[in-house]
């Protein structure tokens, strides 16, 4: 089946500084990616989507400048952290949807 | 308003039982999707089921069937012969086919977190 990989699986860093998590889709094209944001205990929300090619589109309430969305190739979406804060610790994880939706393995953001 | 509504928190069935986690949804589209995913305490979100609006017979995988009853607009997922390894977060999602931009994206439940007994 299709899969999508996310890198890191965790990763700690020091307040201040920006962060770069990457979505890739192995064995299919992914025009449309997806990430979302879990906090411990609650549902996924989506933050953004991102189309190849073009700018993404962020949902109500998200800082694009914060959260910078590129989709530079079909088969890979990156979404950096900008001047990372603790309140920004978080699961991010991304989809993609060849049909039904794949999901990467997530990432553990803690910023200390 | 909510798209999907889990309304089980906490779960709890002994193995080898049956389970029914509970899912309702909320749409006007004609057509769309409903997912099961499973997430255990790694964090991965693991596909269980899929279950299309136009689908006339419930889906099943394995030990996993979705009971979807359209006019109620529910979807719950039914765990026969529970192991002690399905204890995680269950979530239900939907996807609307219509929707433009959007398309593609996901609706999800708060979840059930289903522990499973020896």
């Known amino acids: 089946g299709a899969v999508v990989s996310q890198h890191p699986s965790r990763v700690i860093c020091k307040s201040g500084t920006s962060v770069k998590i990457e979505c890739r889709s192995l064995d299919f094209q992914a025009t449309t990616m997806f990430w979302y944001r879990q906090f411990p205990k609650q549902s996924l929300m989506l933050m953004a989507t991102?189309?190849?090619?073009?700018?993404?589109?962020?949902e109500q309430g998200v800082e694009k400048d914060k959260f910078l969305i590129n989709h530079a190739s079909l088969t890979l979406s990156t979404l950096t952290v900008t001047s990372a804060h603790p309140e920004d610790s978080s699961f991010y994880i991304c989809?993609?949807?060849?049909?039904?939706?794949?999901f990467g393995q997530g990432t553990r953001l803690t910023v200390v | 308003a909510q798209k999907i509504t889990q309304t089980q928190p906490g779960m709890f069935v002994q193995e080898k039982e049956a389970v029914t986690l509970d899912c309702t949804y909320d749409?006007?589209?004609?057509?769309?999707?409903l997912f099961w995913y499973k997430q255990p305490s790694s964090g991965e979100m693991i596909f269980l089921i899929y279950?299309?609006?136009?689908?006339?017979q419930n889906a099943t995988e394995g030990r996993y069937s979705l009971n979807f009853q359209k006019a109620r607009k529910s979807a719950n997922l039914v765990i026969s012969a529970s192991q002690l390894g399905d204890s995680a977060m269950y979530f239900c999602?939907?996807?609307?086919?219509?929707?433009?931009?959007?398309?593609?994206?996901?609706?999800f439940g708060r979840g059930t977190q289903l522990t499973v007994w020896p």
């Open positions: 279950q299309g609006s136009y689908d006339e």
């Open positions: 999602a939907m996807r609307e086919v219509d929707r433009g931009s959007t398309l593609g994206r996901l609706y």
């Open positions: 989809s993609a949807t060849p049909g039904q939706a794949f």
């Open positions: 749409t006007s589209d004609q057509s769309y999707g």
């Open positions: 991102s189309n190849e090619g073009s700018k993404a589109t962020y």
